[in-house]
């Protein structure tokens, strides 16, 4: 007899059981829901998904490259502006999250009309946050930049000033672009967002060409294709939402303003936990990275290389969470709960598949990888160590620990997610690190042990969360 994912799961004597359950569990008669997310829903609906995200990694490591070719006073500006505007990324993804979440609990419903004054709402608030950070960010530009780091070389602020104005001329239609890529994923149509993000980055690739090596003009120049790329994007996805290819959502009457506070409730109420939690992550590693400085040169470089391969190891798990999002939040919608334990199983057992292959590919050929980069003997043996450490942490924790939250967040159990992710990240990663590296003296290795058991702790939680069903008892959507 199929085991039930309900709250008698909590009396069975260990987590290692429960984990096999919720991977391995027996498909029950299919309801509506399930019909709906068959194995060819599924499968349209994840590979753009992957692409996208790999596609983001390659493209930014691309752009880098170019960016180079100015001089080591525009990578470092343009670095600079870019770990600033990653935070604003941050806030623009949570709040698009949460507009997702409401969008596709609305289409679960199949109620249409909602769908669409949600993502209406969705709009107005993204339009309305980026205006207000935009200003700011153009009125205190130098202040900022030098808050945050403090005194820097004349050209180097120079370069980073000219790219902030630019860039921050860009946040609102960066933050429509990202509000109109989670609508289509919450109708399920991430082919489009695909699609676009290709003709976007190899138009920002071209135009990063024609600015620096025709024109000549640096930072300017880089800066002005990152803008023009943005309100091309966003220009792109709202007229194909407006005109109706995001069926059955539609930004059909944008321009006929009406703010709707219940809804625009909804939204923060998933999307303000969201952020918080992803803020406090980035918080907590900016925290962590200071410590490789303090051991030289070749942990730094280590720890970089790491990271840059890391970097490209996660991004399907990513796609598999997003992918969750729409399906659990569709399935919450539809009150069809177990659907939404069906396919969370189904996801999750999809995402520990994908990761063990990946993780081991990378132990595999750990070395050729890293022979890529120019390292020292020094460095190599620490990137060596760092993603041992990874590749084995994320085979067991990182599906629990990140893709398994946006199943909770998509049935309206942000906070508890925030919560558990900023304990975990204060107490296990940040504290543990510390402790590891200095009081244990194990060096720069404990900051990634530290990580590995950070994705233990948290992904332990939201697997008891999940399994004791108290999910199922969150509302986003009333009436």
Not at 30 to 50: H, Q, V, Y
Not at 210 to 237: E, H, P, W, Y
């Amino acid at each position: 007899m199929a085991a039930s994912l309900g709250p008698s799961l909590v009396t069975f004597p260990g987590p290692c059981y429960t984990l096999f359950i919720l991977i391995n569990e027996t498909p029950a008669p299919p309801p509506s829901m399930l019909d709906t997310w068959n194995g060819r829903a599924l499968f349209r609906l994840i590979w753009p998904l992957i692409i996208e995200q790999l596609l983001a990694v390659a493209m930014g490591a691309a752009d880098t490259v170019m960016i180079s070719m100015v001089g080591e006073h525009a990578v470092s500006g343009v670095n600079i502006v870019d770990n600033i505007n990653n935070l604003l990324i941050i806030a623009f993804s949570a709040l698009c999250t949460g507009g997702a979440v409401v969008a596709s609990q609305y289409i679960g419903r199949r109620d249409s009309a909602n769908a669409s004054a949600a993502a209406r709402q969705l709009i107005y608030v993204v339009v309305l946050v980026a205006g207000v950070i935009t200003l700011a960010a153009l009125a205190f530009r130098r202040p900022l930049i030098s808050l945050i780091y403090g005194s820097l070389e004349a050209g180097v602020m120079e370069a980073a000033a000219v790219y902030l104005l630019l860039t921050s001329l860009s946040f609102p239609f960066l933050g429509v672009y990202n509000a109109n890529a989670a609508l289509f994923r919450a109708v399920g149509n991430s082919r489009i967002t695909m699609l676009i993000a290709l003709l976007v980055n190899v138009l920002n690739i071209g135009g990063n060409a024609f600015f620096l090596l025709v024109l000549k003009l640096g930072v300017f120049g880089v800066g002005l294709s990152t803008l023009i790329c943005r309100v091309t994007a966003a220009a792109l996805t709202t007229a194909l939402l407006y005109r109706g290819h995001g069926r059955p959502l539609s930004l059909g009457g944008l321009f006929r303003i009406r703010l709707a506070r219940p809804m625009i409730r909804n939204i923060l109420n998933v999307g303000i936990p969201s952020g918080l939690e992803s803020s406090m992550f980035q918080l907590g590693r900016l925290l962590t990275q200071r410590i490789f400085p303090l051991f030289g040169t070749a942990a730094m470089a280590g720890n970089a290389i790491a990271g840059v391969i890391n970097s490209f190891s996660f991004q399907p798990g990513m796609a598999y969470g997003m992918a969750l999002v729409t399906i659990v939040g569709q399935c919450v919608g539809a009150a069809d709960f177990r659907a939404a334990r069906k396919e969370t199983a189904r996801i999750m057992r999809l995402t520990y598949i994908t990761l063990v292959v990946i993780s081991g590919a990378v132990l595999l050929f750990l070395d050729p990888l890293i022979s890529l980069f120019s390292l020292s003997a020094e460095a190599h043996e620490y990137a060596r160590v760092f993603l041992q450490i990874h590749c084995i942490s994320m085979m067991i924790g990182w599906p629990l620990s990140f893709a398994l939250p946006c199943a909770l967040r998509a049935a309206g159990d942000a906070r508890y997610v925030m919560i558990v992710a900023t304990i975990s990240m204060w107490t296990v990663r940040v504290s543990l690190a510390y402790i590891l590296v200095f009081a244990l003296d194990m060096g720069p290795l404990g900051v990634w042990l530290a990580m590995g058991a950070d994705f233990l702790s948290r992904g332990s939680c939201y697997l008891v969360r999940w399994l004791r069903g108290k999910w199922q008892t969150k509302r986003v959507i009333t009436g």
